[in-house]
């Protein structure tokens, strides 16, 4: 059974941090790269970060470069997105994404290229 679960969302001050966790488990072929992603009501879904999970290669939106930090466990089947420096503009639910295709600095935000997506974890950043 495929499995993309998030934790460790919830409600932050300005400034502070929050680390979210992704688990992947019982995909059909091994994954390639993993991802998260937030939406915002009524906006589209944006790729907030990606990591290769053949090489290690971490790819950042350019909203998020210097403040987040996606990274994975040895075993390849967590995906941690550390969450530093927050903004009330970083609120929005987090969902995270595996793909079984390779992805790469061109591609990695074009999000039809994920298979697999979890429910989703809501960041709220308010005073």
């Known amino acids: 059974q495929v499995q993309v679960a998030e934790s460790g969302g919830g409600l932050a001050n300005p400034g502070a941090s929050l680390r979210l966790s992704c688990a992947v488990s019982?995909?059909?072929?091994?994954?390639?790269?993993i991802g998260w992603v937030r939406q915002v009501p009524g906006k589209e879904r944006e790729g907030v970060a990606c990591?290769?999970?053949?090489?290690?290669?971490?790819y950042y939106s350019d909203s998020v470069k210097g403040r987040f930090t996606i990274s994975m466990d040895n075993a390849k089947n967590t995906v941690v997105l550390q969450m530093d420096n927050l903004e009330p503009e970083d609120t929005a639910v987090y969902y995270c994404a595996a793909s079984l295709g390779s992805l790469y600095s061109t591609n990695w935000y074009r999000l039809h290229l994920y298979d697999y997506w979890g429910q989703g974890t809501q960041v709220t950043v308010s005073p």
């Open positions: 019982g995909l059909p072929l091994p994954h390639k790269a």
């Open positions: 990591i290769s999970t053949t090489d290690g290669s971490t």
